[in-house]
């Protein structure tokens, strides 16, 4: 007599329950339901990095799994009385399984794939705006610098031109003090030639 048609996906459900520890698994009055369990597995296979690396380790502990199962369907198979029939059925549910799991692996390896070309792109932009900030506060501090060149150009301007504003005075107070100190010597000399002409006292 052939192993009931649930037999496979009652291999496949526990090794997806060893590989997805966050999934929880229902049953109902008709048992398990193994196309609802591929389904939870392709929503995670959508999902974070984590996610669909263990969407990938289920898949591949689904596939150890099932191969076994199958072998024991097929010899129950031979034990009916529509072996082909029978064996046929085993074979289509193999190959729907096979397809399915391989959309499910295709699918969590694209994501890794496009989760992978996001980060990067995140690190390049990142780069990119790091490049950006450190070339605007060169640029603000060669502005800055420039800046004070040019106010210390302005104040040297500033300081020469009141030097030579102020240059006539101080050459007239410096030519006004040397006109004293001409008259100072010459009333010195003055008076000591009075002083040598006056006739001595008797």
């Known amino acids: 007599m052939a192993l009931p048609r649930c037999a496979c996906a009652l291999a496949v459900l526990s090794a997806l329950m060893v590989g997805c520890g966050s999934l929880r698994w229902d049953t109902d009055a008709r048992g398990f339901d193994p196309g609802r369990v591929l389904v939870a597995l392709e929503q995670q296979a959508e999902g974070t990095a984590a996610q669909a690396r263990a969407v990938l380790r289920s898949v591949r502990e689904a596939r150890q799994a099932y191969g076994a199962d199958l072998v ?7 034990q009916g009385v529509l072996v082909s029939g029978c064996l046929e059925g085993v074979a289509a549910r193999e190959r729907q399984l096979d397809a399915r799991l391989n959309g499910i692996e ?12 996001i980060e990067r ?4 932009a990142q780069g990119i705006e790091a490049r ?4 605007d506060a060169q640029l603000a501090s060669e502005a800055s610098n420039r800046e004070r060149y040019a106010q210390r150009q302005r104040e040297a301007q500033e300081a020469e031109a009141e030097r030579q ?26 008076r000591q030639k009075a002083g040598s002409a ?3 006292r008797q």
């Open 132 to 135: 950006r900030t450190q070339e």
């Open 165 to 190: 504003a102020q240059a006539p005075e101080l050459l007239r107070r410096e030519q006004a003090q040397r006109e004293r100190q001409l008259e100072r010597e010459r009333a010195f000399e003055q």
């Open 198 to 200: 006056a006739p001595p």
């Open 121 to 124: 792109s995140e690190r390049e």
């Open 72 to 78: 024991r369907e097929q010899i129950a198979c031979y």
């Open 106 to 117: 295709v699918k969590a390896n694209q994501r890794l794939r496009d989760l992978s070309a």
